[in-house]
């Protein structure tokens, strides 16, 4: 009888929890153990500043699977407050340290899964390790600025970046009745996201809700008060009152492990990957916020962090590793975001990045109702679409509105995917009845528009 | 100098009226008339029902033009109450009768487009002309229907027909405090479009708000009260009491005066165009409702009557008018319906389409959360994919659910259209975050489904 296959996977968020569970679906025998050096495995990150907020409720809400559950139900052990140090891809083993009992043991593996994720990036400004200032990215990070809060221990909070987490954290923070400052270094927010034009919607509605927004401002410094913890925040040549600073200024792949054990490492600082998401070391996968993808538009490199498409690469590299041929092949960049009652959400290329790669490009911005204009709640919504001219080829969208956000992406997501030309989409057949839609819809306006613009 | 070419339109909804726009916009010089035989054009028959309910509590709004605007703003000549009697091919003209004035016009035309739209199929039981039984296809219609309920002549309403018109006027007539009672000769609501696994849940629905429901029921015969107008239904052998009769049992394209022009007619009934919207007799376009198209999962001929198409068709055959090369490839069968506090859609071909057509087809069934489970607001929907065994084809979808219908069913249509295998779709990079979605989305959780039941 064949020794069944023993795979260590390292991380136990996202990716590593998924893809463990896919292997063993794929695999009864096989031998699983996730090593997680946080007291937890299988946590929904996104749901983070939802929780702080309180809209999420529940603190157990946050967990999608036990360790009891993945031991019980799946036969998959986990090691949790353990910390991998190595890896000897020679030996195939991983040299882990017991973060609680000390001490460290060498477990060996026939297939191995990096699902290190990603790390938030902490400027070395002075005063950034002061109590009371907290990157968001665990739920260790969530309970600290959740305690603060409960506290009393902060009226103002400074917030640092204009990305995702700082635009959810100013909307929560703000729903716990903290005065909200938020600094953006670049000219606009979700700078590497969005053009300036709809940034500037998002700006306006985070603007309306309160919250004190300062582009083009760089965080100098945070001071401490007599208790020994954050007061003041310190941002081109101004002092804020400061009772909580939040570090939103992005995350970076989790990458020195594989590097370290002279797996390839990417140009965008991520584990390269093929498409069945085996790095260049025979036998060792990764998946997840730690690993490089494919733009499916560009056709370029490309790295992301997102929960989501960490699920599917877990998926796909557990089955490979159950010994399974299946490929992931790329992203297209797709986000959404809530922005207090608006919402904002983009796919592809933006019109900076398409014409960054060399396209000849058009774009075209269409506002329109969500839904019948006569039917109650309808709405407004913009949308952006970028187009190569010559090829007729959709590149990218970028919208923001009350609402519908999530569809309009979703489809131009497939239509990206599935590489409809501009002429096709204007006669696009989607679903239509007045509470739901526009007779021709907004991706279609959109789409006529662009068409107009090209000429045909 | 050129004389304008004179363009007739005969229909003055949806059309007929994008397609005289766009004409418009794309040949300033043209001449254009458009016939109506009613006294207003360019109204929105999918928001009658709603006005019925005093949802739509304008009814101004229901008009999306007027016929000053089209005069003034886009120099369109609206011939109200009049209708178009016979059209000459030969001699390039169309006879037309004053409804108001009596008399009849002769008028050239060079390019001629027809837009007939559909008309209600009025079945021929006994009672079905008695003043308060009435088909919902026209303003008139929902005028008179309203007009019987604010005047307290219905407590009772019974509705013949499980399509569409029948379960919306279910909803709005219940929101009006009648009680409703619902006849489908069929043994399953929406027969043509839901399979009976996805039908069974829109049933639920309607059933638990309050409508009794009778499938495998024929409405036999209406009767008078002393008053002359009606007052018991008959159905299925029992007799029901009935202030309100609303004939729902579905829509013919009206094709009359094209049939009577030797214009060919396809085999669904409806006039049968090329992709440019031209009939069998050069220089002649019908569009809308009256017009055949074709399916385009199973490429046949196909005829389904929806305002959104109607405007599509409508603006490529205006273009192509105007001297355009625009074509208009099919349609996938798309729709959608609120059903209470419910919607349900669909894409595609239904299981037994799919069966019918000859494919070696393979069905899954998923429910998932609308959005992050743990986030408020959070609901059930249930999506039904079928896709073909053999080539991996994704073939058509239906949805139920609480929320994110238009959402599944828009990315599937999208999807269907850039003919993205399923494999693929396992992997699609859809919009995530806790308030508008799961991290993996109901769209991918059918496509693994079906996946692992295609064995692949």
Known sequence: MKRPLR??????????????????????????????????????????????????????????????????EHNIAILLNHRAESINTYDQTVRVADLKNGGTLTLPYDRLLIATGAHPVISDIPGVTLPGVHPLHTIMDADAIRDRIDRGGARQACIVGGGFIGIEMAENLLRRGLEVTLFEMADHLLPGLYDPDVSALIRAEVEAKGVRVL?????????????????????????????????????????????????????????????????????????????????????????????????????????????????????????????????????????????????????ATVTTSTIGHYYPGSGKITLKLVADRGSKRLLGAQAFGDDKVDKVIDTVAALLTGGVPVPEITNLDLAYSPPYATALGTVLVGAELLEKKMGI
Chains 1, 2 share one sequence.
């Open 7 to 72: 795979l260590l996977v390292i991380g136990g968020v996202a990716a590593g929890t998924k893809a463990a569970s896919k292997a063993r679906r794929d695999d009864p025998a096989m031998e699983i153990t996730i090593i997680s050096d946080m007291p937890y495995v299988s946590f929904i990150g996104c749901g983070l500043a939802y929780y702080i907020g309180g809209v999420v409720e529940r603190r157990e809400s946050l967990f999608a699977r036990s360790p009891e559950k993945f031991r019980d």
């Open 215 to 363: 582009t083009g401002t760089r965080a100098e410094r945070f001071d401490s008060g007599p208790d020994g913890t954050v007061r003041t925040a310190f941002a081109g040549g101004r002092a804020y009152p400061c009772g909580l600073g939040i570090i939103a200024t992005g995350v970076r792949p989790t990458v020195q492990l594989a590097r370290e054990a002279r797996i390839t490492i990417g140009p965008t600082g991520a584990i390269r990957v093929d498409s069945r998401m085996e790095t260049s070391v025979r036998g060792v996968y990764a998946a997840g916020d730690c690993a490089e993808t494919t733009h499916l538009v560009s056709r370029k490199p490309f790295w992301f962090s997102l929960g989501s498409t960490a699920n599917k690469q877990g998926r796909i590299a557990g089955a490979n590793i159950a010994g399974g041929r299946k490929t992931f092949d790329g992203v297209l960049g797709t986000s959404i975001l809530k922005v207090f009652d608006k919402a904002t959400g983009r796919t592809g290329l933006s019109e900076r990045e398409a014409s960054e790669a060399g396209f000849n490009l058009v774009s």
